[in-house]
């Protein structure tokens, strides 16, 4: 069977394609899931605390488990582990892609042991389920969202669409069933027609949600230089080294405009990632301090890269009129086992790369996850590089809603904002424009990008409410 990637970049995952479906795609599977998890339950959140582990900070959520499905443990309650939290002396680090879970909520959780004593999410957010209560009843979403899956019709009439969430009572008697071996078919996906669209996207948070990062060395003309790790990618000719350069090169001035200075360092022995600021951005080639914790398998899926951000929130300053905090480190980690997809296509390293580096220099998705919009409401926000879905094998190549990201936060002449509008809304063009196609409302071409024109009463034609005005390619 062909395969392709249409994955999420923080926790990029591997979907084989289904038969003449192209662009349908099966995530992680839950059969895979179900195998490889320690500990399955149903839990409450009642408490959070942030510690450090093996240097960095961590955020520790208390959860009461209030169904166990498969596994034991030795309480009523566990912790479960993630990275990322506001620690002690002000350094807060920030991943991009991480569940934040708050109290009270319920959640179906797959884990899998620490050496602490607690539990980390298997696959990190693949092992997280938040409950969401619909006109379907109850069901189960990730904090990704999912693209639409076909999956055998339950009267065996053929196959049926069905939407990325799980009825939830179904969904742990099938789990049941396979934790005894009592293997059986899917009976739990929900009719995608049955809910409303809204659902698919759950309702974690990041852990950025409350800041806003940016280098303030651009602002000095300083550069800020990346060393890559000596042992370098598996999978590639170069180890890695041109991918990164290309990626670097890709969000310097000469393609955004911006006075984005990175530069190649050269090779570091420095194994610490995240664990310990030593006043260098390093991309590492290899999980060495377990902060991903589950392999990538080029068969059954899971984290290629994570990157994050180290800060200090106590030293807010100004830009543009707004509070930033000044990226203090950067670090990007490729998860081991990766080296089996890169060698299929140095394209793709490079965009996982030059993705990865945009989250470091202050980005968050352009579309699709929680934070942003779907990613097929909109051709300018589908095609961005730091779209939450990698596209094919593309390489470093930046679209024009990336370059705008990118001078909002380091052109000083450059004051677009970021946009905090639904498409559709009657101002989404003079706020958040220009438009790309099928994007609105707009009241005039100028709030359209090139070649396309504003069009009034075509939201029809793009799903959104006839009578709103888009931008579109010229009608005949």
């Known amino acids: 069977m062909a395969r392709e990637l249409f994955a999420a970049l923080f926790l990029l995952i591997v979907f084989a394609v289904a038969p003449a479906q192209a662009s349908l795609y099966v995530a992680v599977?839950?059969?895979?899931?179900?195998?490889?998890?320690?500990?399955?339950?149903?839990?409450?959140?009642?408490?959070?605390?942030?510690?450090?582990?093996?240097?960095?900070?961590?955020?520790?959520?208390?959860?009461?488990?209030?169904?166990?499905?498969?596994?034991?443990?030795?309480?009523s309650v566990v912790e479960v582990r993630v990275p990322g939290g506001r620690g002690p002396l002000g350094r807060e680090l920030v991943l991009h892609g991480v569940p934040e879970f708050d109290t009270g909520e319920d959640a179906l959780v797959f884990l899998r042991a620490n050496d602490d004593g607690s539990y980390r999410l298997l696959h990190l957010s693949q092992g997280a389920f938040l409950e969401r209560q619909t006109a379907a009843g109850a069901v189960l979403v990730r904090p990704i969202e999912e693209p639409a899956q076909l999956v055998p019709a339950a009267d065996g009439s053929g196959v049926e669409l069905v939407?990325?969430?799980?009825?939830?009572d179904r969904f742990a008697a099938w789990l049941r069933d396979r934790v005894e071996d009592r293997r059986r078919p899917a009976d739990y996906f929900v009719a995608a027609a049955a809910v409303e669209?809204?659902?698919?996207?759950?309702?974690?948070?990041?852990?950025?949600?409350?800041?806003?990062?940016?280098?303030f060395e651009f602002d000095d003309l300083e550069d800020v230089p990346w060393f890559r790790h000596i042992d370098g990618q598996s999978g590639l000719k170069s180890k890695g080294t041109a991918e990164f350069k290309k990626a670097l090169k890709a969000w310097g001035p000469g393609q955004t405009g911006a006075p984005i200075r990175l530069v190649d360092g050269g090779t570091t022995e420095s194994t610490n990632d995240f664990?310990?600021?030593?006043?260098?951005?390093?991309?590492v080639f290899e999980d060495f301090n377990e902060v991903i914790g589950d392999d990538f398998d080029c068969e059954a899926g899971g984290f290629i890269a994570i990157g994050g951000i180290s800060s200090y929130y106590v030293s807010e300053r100004l830009y543009k009129d707004q509070a930033f905090s000044p990226i203090a480190e950067a670090e990007i980690i490729i998860n081991d086992g990766v080296g089996c997809l890169f060698s299929e296509s140095p394209k793709l390293a490079a965009q996982v790369y030059a993705h990865e580096l945009g989250h470091t220099l202050g980005l968050g998705h352009a579309c699709g996850d929680k934070n942003s919009p779907k990613c097929d409401s909109s051709e300018l926000l589908n095609s961005a590089i730091m779209r939450a879905f990698a596209h094919g094998r593309r390489g470093a190549q930046l679209s024009d809603d990336d370059i705008v990201g990118a001078r909002f936060l380091y052109d000083p002449d450059f004051f677009a904002v970021p946009c905090d509008l639904p498409p559709g809304h009657k101002k989404f063009c003079k706020r958040c424009g220009p438009c790309g196609e099928g994007q609105g409302s707009c009241k005039k071409n100028s709030q359209c990008l090139t070649g396309l024109?504003?069009?009034k009463n075509a939201g029809e034609l793009f799903g959104l409410k006839p009578s709103t005005n888009l931008c579109t390619v010229p009608f005949d």
């Open 197 to 215: 669209e809204s659902l698919f996207r759950a309702s974690f948070t990041h852990l950025s949600k409350n800041l806003q990062l940016r280098w």
């Open 163 to 168: 939407a990325p969430a799980r009825r939830s």
């Open 453 to 455: 024109v504003c069009n």
């Open 29 to 75: 599977e839950d059969t895979d899931l179900v195998d490889q998890a320690e500990l399955i339950a149903r839990v409450r959140i009642t408490d959070q605390r942030v510690d450090l582990v093996r240097g960095y900070p961590a955020t520790f959520y208390a959860a009461v488990l209030e169904d166990v499905i498969k596994g034991e443990a030795s309480g």
């Open 275 to 283: 664990s310990a600021p030593d006043g260098q951005n390093t991309i």
